[in-house]
């Protein structure tokens, strides 16, 4: 599967932005999906996942209450909506796809990843 985020961008502390994730190939309802970012110098981390139905979700704690994972089967497409943004969210987020029954926080479980998009917080 090919995937391609977007909806990055330059926002105020506070604000609000929707970033998408549409995933080539007819498979995608398959696959567990997932958010990760990477801020620079720093390692890549988890934000959340959603499991292939949709009925699963898992955020990372810095995100909890602000940011939701959800996912358009019909689509082909996983977004992260996310509010209250603060300067310490800007980094690059990935989207990432895996197989199997779990939803999974961790980057290895995941096997095809997006280009990343930049989403800057300013203060």
């Known amino acids: 599967v090919q995937l391609q985020a977007s909806g990055g961008g330059l926002v105020q502390a506070g604000g609000s932005l929707r970033l998408s994730c549409a995933a080539s190939g007819r498979t995608f309802s398959s696959y567990n999906m997932g958010w990760f970012r990477q801020a620079p110098g720093k390692e890549r981390d988890f934000v959340a996942a959603?499991?292939?139905?949709?009925?699963?979700?898992i955020y990372a704690d810095s995100v909890k209450g602000r940011f939701t994972i959800s996912r358009d089967n019909a689509k082909n497409t996983v977004y992260l909506q996310m509010n209250s943004l603060k300067p310490e969210d800007t980094a690059v987020y990935y989207c990432?796809?895996?197989?199997?029954?779990?939803?999974?926080?961790?980057?290895?479980?995941?096997?095809?990843w997006g280009q990343g998009t930049q989403v800057t917080v300013s203060s």
């Open positions: 990432a796809a895996a197989t199997g029954g779990s939803v999974y926080s961790t980057p290895n479980r995941f096997h095809y």
């Open positions: 959603i499991s292939w139905g949709g009925g699963s979700t």
